[in-house]
């Protein structure tokens, strides 16, 4: 059976009081489906309430993710958090190169390669985001090579370092990324398979898994499910309405 990691990326959508009330009044639920077998769920909430989900939600398989972190693990970087803070508060995992943190932020593919690596050495694992801005394969490959590349050269030699700690590669289309246009699926078939020999080209030792994001919802999804290379989902906005959220596990619940 298929194990899709589903990872809910919440943004900003709820306050940090909403966040602990959207998650303790569907604990049971989400208790529930984070322990089926053909899911693996992480919730990306606000930072500040992470540490109290990670104990309310403690000895169940539900697990955390940050949404970005420092590219420095101590020292004088003001509003920044190291990737060792988030470790401590539970996280398992941590998005870098979100779309949103590259345009709004400026985050560069070379902080995306530093973080990648701190992530690592903190034993976390990076959730790695690349996406092109328009619908042009061969741009699109172009721009993909561009942000994938110095990330793969930066950990290269993790191998030994990293056994068992899933490195995730999430593409998503920044085209896509709220606006409910979504990817033919043989384009998203092409992607998956470069993304897998770029990858492969690091040899053994590593733990891939290929995540596809963008307007992944209750309609989308069955288009997403076709394609076999796609080993989970980052979901946005409609991980942060439950209804919606649970349609989608239990549509992928049917099939895999
Ligand atoms: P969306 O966002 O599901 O709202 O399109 C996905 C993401 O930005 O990770």
């Known amino acids: 059976m298929k194990k899709y990691s589903i990872i809910a990326n919440l943004k900003m959508y709820l306050s940090a009081d909403q966040t602990v009330a959207f998650a303790t009044e569907h604990f049971d639920a989400l208790v529930k489906y984070a322990g ?42 003001t509003g920044q958090v190291s990737p060792l803070s988030l470790k401590e508060i539970g996280c398992s995992a941590c998005i870098i190169g979100h779309s949103e943190r590259r345009r709004f932020c400026g985050e560069t593919s070379e902080d995306v390669a530093t973080k990648a690596q701190l992530l690592l050495d903190c034993t976390l694992s990076p959730i790695i985001c690349i ?50 246009k979504i990817a033919e699926g043989s384009y998203l078939e092409s992607i998956f398979a470069w993304l897998k020999k770029e990858t492969q080209a690091l040899g053994a030792g590593f733990t891939w898994r290929f995540l596809y994001g963008g307007s992944v919802n209750a309609q989308t999804i069955s288009v997403f499910k076709k394609i076999g290379a796609i080993e989970g989902f980052l979901i946005g906005k409609a991980s942060s309405n439950f209804e919606e959220f649970e349609k989608i596990l239990k549509s992928i619940m049917l099939e895999s």
């Open 36 to 77: 089926h077998k053909s899911l693996a769920i992480t919730i990306a909430p606000t930072l500040p309430v992470m540490r109290d989900l990670a104990l309310i939600f403690k000895d169940t398989q539900l697990s955390w993710a940050a949404q970005d972190c420092s590219n420095h693990l101590a020292g004088a970087f």
């Open 131 to 180: 996406g092109e801005d328009h619908e042009h394969m061969e741009q699109a490959l172009a721009t993909l090579h561009e942000q994938l590349n110095p990330v793969l050269q930066a950990i290269k030699n993790y191998q030994h370092k990293i056994k068992n700690i899933p490195v995730y590669i999430a593409y998503e289309p920044a085209w896509s990324i709220g606006t409910g």
